[in-house]
């Protein structure tokens, strides 16, 4: 089935620090997503992206989806500590000619953000 | 409330029990989803309605899970004669659907998390 590659595993980075984490698929997806999860929470989305290509921005989030459709990354600048937390990638693809929800989600990167 | 709601929070039970867990999406959301996380591990996708029936179970790992969704809105998974590899966080999610276009962009529970003995 489609499996999805997440890097890096995790990261400990310092305050006010930027941060690169990206998702590597082996098959084309046509919607990709970034997702942040917290303890005893569920995922919450961040970014949609829907166009390869598309470079898409959320405050200090950027996401971009990669031209082959086969990849995506996600950019924090000026990490703050509420950024600790975990982050997914995840994408979908097209289901009679409409994408829907069935997401297949990466391993997720743990970040950590020393004050 | 605003958001998903799923009960309950946690439930631990012995290993050959029937197992119910319930989701209540976002009002007005017509898709729901049923997406099962083990630890360290990302979401994995089990069921999704569209309205009260089921559009995609491929993703039940077997004949001992079930779904439902009767009136088109609270969703009950089911889990019969639970084993211990059932253990995990699952959590429920819905999503709008305007104009009949799913755009995949979901809102999740914050999830039942399962332990069995």
């Known amino acids: 089935g489609q499996q999805l590659n997440q890097s890096p595993q995790s990261m400990f980075i310092q305050e006010g620090e930027d941060v690169s984490m990206n998702c590597t698929s082996s098959s084309i997806f046509n919607t990709w997503l970034w997702y942040k999860q917290e303890p005893g929470e569920g995922p919450v989305l961040l970014i949609a992206?829907?166009?390869?290509?598309e470079l898409t921005s959320n405050g200090r989030l950027t996401a971009q989806f990669g031209i082959t459709r086969k990849d995506s990354f996600l950019n924090i600048s000026a990490s703050i500590p509420s950024d600790v937390g975990i982050y997914f990638c995840a994408g979908s693809t097209n289901a009679g000619g409409t994408s829907y929800g069935k997401l297949t989600f990466g391993q997720g990167t743990i970040l950590t953000v020393h004050p | 409330g605003a958001g998903v709601s799923q009960t309950p929070s946690n439930k631990v039970t012995e290993k050959g029990k029937y197992v119910e867990l319930r989701c209540d999406p976002i009002?007005?959301?017509?898709?729901l989803y049923w997406y099962r996380q083990s630890l360290g591990q990302g979401p994995e996708f089990l069921i999704y309605?569209?309205?009260?029936?089921?559009?995609?179970d491929s993703g039940l790992p077997n004949d001992r899970f079930f779904a439902v969704r009767p009136e088109g809105s609270v969703s009950t998974l089911k889990i019969q004669r639970t084993e211990r590899g059932d253990s995990a966080v699952y959590l429920c999610?819905?999503?709008?659907?305007?104009?009949?276009?799913?755009?995949?962009?979901?809102?999740f529970g914050e999830g039942s998390r399962l332990t069995v003995l």
């Open positions: 309605f569209q309205g009260t029936g089921a559009a995609d």
């Open positions: 009002s007005g959301h017509t898709a």
């Open positions: 999610a819905s999503s709008l659907v305007p104009r009949g276009v799913n755009t995949g962009e979901l809102f």
């Open positions: 992206l829907y166009k390869a290509g």
